[in-house]
């Protein structure tokens, strides 16, 4: 089967386990809970999710306290979009192909299903915690997306970005704002796996630096196809970083520099991957199906 | 010594206590965390905090454990305030007689201030996890903030305030609201600081009977002072409820009726408090102070 077949198929069980800790839209919160599903049923390949499953599984993780932290990692992407498509940030009216939170339920309502996904979130992964209270790795997995959602993840890139916007940026900041707004929550979602699957520290540290190289990579790809794909195909309007005169990895080093880097990245990821005595290989088709991506 | 003198020094002390917590004004993420630390230290009573630490010493309670909850609360209130003074929610400039957050800082900034608050906030409260990890009383004090601050505690009820603004709203309506966007908050805050000291079942049931009436107590005093005090003393203008058309409990059941409530729900939280073994004077007074309070 083709990578792209499997990863439709992963896509499809990764949501069917996600959907089921959305809340129920009912009570006098139906609106923002139905803002919330939303958002968080636009679609999207779960990528986060996804990882977080796939690095639980290559360490041999069988149990479903996995469950809760795929929803909540899935919920705070959902919430940093939202916030971001924000008349005050981006203002974007449309995101895979349908319009936006705040364009449907009003800016104020976006602005508290954002933060109630963040919330939701929270009480979510603390799930697992309720169901296996005591148990270290949950708590060391709550730390890890604690941290990497926050101002040293990323929220902290979103913040630096927003920040400097129309102004040029030096190479090393913008790979600052990579790492923590696009990286921070990828090395969460593999790390929280390999945490919660019993990884060793060794591991854990092989599984931060296959991260770091994939969350870089996919950022650059995600600036390359700003410039190379159309609209039907992305879902949302291309050339939008030119028009806000941002400054990104295609602006500093060219097209094809940005190409060879993403080869490059994900090369160094599959070696670190290589290294490790567990394996699993649908993992490491869907980190090298991420140069591939056309969406 | 008089109670307001009292609650200043505890007040003092709760602060000294919490902006330990506080991260530092640094690195390139500088801009959002003086944002996040202007509206963390714009004063205030620190009342959740307060009330936290104060019920976990009722309970015999004497780790610093307690410590990272209660920094951890406020953040969550200080988050939902720099929201709810956003343009596209009550468009409030000033807040305790200084300027809101997005008035000094921009909206965008606003926004993914009180998004890294709230994220800090858990951050912070993991950070007693991290202290003793397998703790089951730290677990289950996690879920209580969780849940307090979630659709069904702050959040929900802050959704369906700004729902229904503008319009007529039943009792039944507006003592949800409060008893969401209050007083869960308020509960949050004592059930913690119970559970966190070793609190029986039966003790917790009653702290969060008193927090109940407390926060709902709370909420119509705010109401009260919203017609019958000043700008100056409240640092923030007064009669906004009328003048952005607010179904308020005064509204509905005049402002003696109201009065006369308020005095009936503080009595019967401290009949609860009375049928106690332990004992906390201090929190006694604090709980019965909510009703002279003039700000």
Request: hydrophobic share 40%.
């Amino acid at each position: 089967m083709d990578i792209r077949q499997e990863i439709g198929i992963h896509t499809k069980q990764v949501e069917e386990i996600i959907i089921k800790y959305l809340p129920k839209e009912e009570g006098y919160q139906k609106t923002v809970i139905e803002a919330m599903n939303y958002s968080f049923l636009s679609g999207g390949k779960r990528l986060r999710p996804m990882l977080l499953q796939e690095t639980y599984r290559l360490f041999g993780g069988k149990s479903d306290i996995v469950e809760p932290f795929m929803a909540a990692i899935e919920m705070i992407h959902t919430y940093s979009l939202i916030h971001d498509d924000l008349p005050a940030m981006d203002n974007d009216e449309y995101r895979r192909g349908r319009k936006t939170t705040h364009v449907v339920y009003g800016e104020a309502m976006a602005i508290l299903a954002g933060d109630a996904l963040l919330n939701c979130a929270y009480e979510t992964a603390l799930e697992a915690l309720k169901k296996e209270p005591g148990n270290v790795q949950i708590g060391r997995a709550l730390c890890i997306l604690a941290s990497r959602a926050g101002i040293y993840g990323m929220v902290g890139g979103q913040t630096v970005d927003v920040e400097n916007e129309g102004k040029p940026l030096d190479k090393e900041k913008l790979n600052f704002i990579y790492e923590l707004k696009t990286g921070a929550l990828i090395e969460g979602a593999m790390l929280i796996g390999a945490v919660l699957a019993g990884a060793t520290k060794n591991e854990q540290n092989t599984i931060q630096e296959v991260a770091r190289n994939v969350g870089l990579a996919f950022q650059i790809q995600d600036d390359i196809l700003d410039v190379t794909s159309t609209m039907e195909v992305l879902g949302k309007p291309i050339g939008s970083d030119e028009r806000n005169e941002k400054t990104t990895y295609v602006s500093i080093e060219g097209i094809e520099k940005a190409r060879e880097d993403v080869r490059r990245l994900i090369q160094k990821a599959s070696q670190s991957m290589d290294s490790l005595v567990v394996k699993n290989e649908f993992l490491n088709g869907l980190l090298e199906y991420l140069i591939y991506r056309e969406k």
